[in-house]
């Protein structure tokens, strides 16, 4: 019996999603996605699961779309004005918005190539920690085509929109260590490490105040597209719903009792 595309397990407060066509490298096919779609919205609503961790097997992390899996567009094969944007709506986006929807902290764990949709996976993350080996590709214009899955929303939002030109203009693939150095990556292990490190950084995450890293995860996503005001007003409101949780006020007694806090993710 063949292992599923998509593999899950849960430990320690860590869901673990691993993407696993490692002859395909990765590519990933319309079943993948709505299962790992599936998986986030659950992490969301499970109080067990207090941070994820998106993986692959084999060499590559995720090369692009596979889309030979995917619903045919249009009747009798026959393509129509609006099919190719629903498409992209309901698959790419789709699947990149989940993991900045997630309502738990969300690692990429970049074991080796990103390309396409694949790259914008790994930024979409909170955090993104990557083997010396692994590389992002803009796959996109080599391709004749235009960067879908939020590439062109996400890119200049973390490294500008010159720098996000200059990638997707070219698509020449970029080493771990060029990405680090642009901040697309938070840290560039050798590969015997990746796993260990991601693991540790989820567990330490695990351990801490779900809600209150819920929160700030939503305020600092919506501040890229808010002004001050606007901001300011939903980092109150945030404070205001972080303060009625238990690990808010386990902190605080923590901090007053000068002990370490002991957090449940309530």
Request: charged share 25%; glycine share 8%; hydrophobic share 45%.
């Amino acid at each position: 019996m063949s292992e599923p595309d998509v593999l899950h397990t849960v430990e320690n407060g860590v869901s673990w999603i691993t993407l696993n066509r490692p002859e395909a490298m990765n590519a990933v096919t319309w079943d993948q996605r709505e299962r790992i779609i599936a998986l986030l919205a659950g992490a969301s609503a499970d109080p067990a699961v207090r941070c994820v961790v998106v993986t692959a097997t084999g060499r590559g992390f995720c090369a692009g779309a596979d889309l030979r899996g995917a619903p045919a567009a249009g009747d009798a094969g026959e393509r129509v004005a609006g099919d190719v944007a629903r498409m992209i709506r309901q698959g790419a986006q789709r699947f990149v918005t989940a993991v900045m929807d997630c309502e738990k902290p969300v690692i990429a764990a970049v074991n080796g190539t990103a390309a396409g949709i694949g790259a914008h996976l790994a930024f979409a993350c909170d955090l993104v920690i990557a083997a010396e080996t692994a590389r992002f590709v803009e796959v996109f214009a080599r391709r004749g085509l235009v960067p879908d899955g939020a590439g062109a929303y996400l890119l200049p939002r973390l490294i500008g929109p010159q720098r996000a030109k200059e990638l997707m203009f070219f698509g020449d693939a970029l080493p771990a260590a060029e990405a680090r150095a642009m901040g697309l990556v938070n840290r560039v292990v050798p590969a015997e490490d990746l796993e260990k490190t991601a693991r540790e950084w989820a567990e330490r995450l695990a351990q801490g105040p779900t809600r209150a890293l819920a929160l700030t995860k939503q305020l600092v996503n919506a501040s890229l597209d808010s002004d001050r005001a606007t901001a300011l007003a939903a980092e109150a409101t945030a404070q205001e719903l972080n303060m009625t949780t238990r690990d808010a006020q386990e902190g605080v007694a923590a901090f007053v009792e000068r002990r370490e806090a002991r957090y449940e993710g309530r």
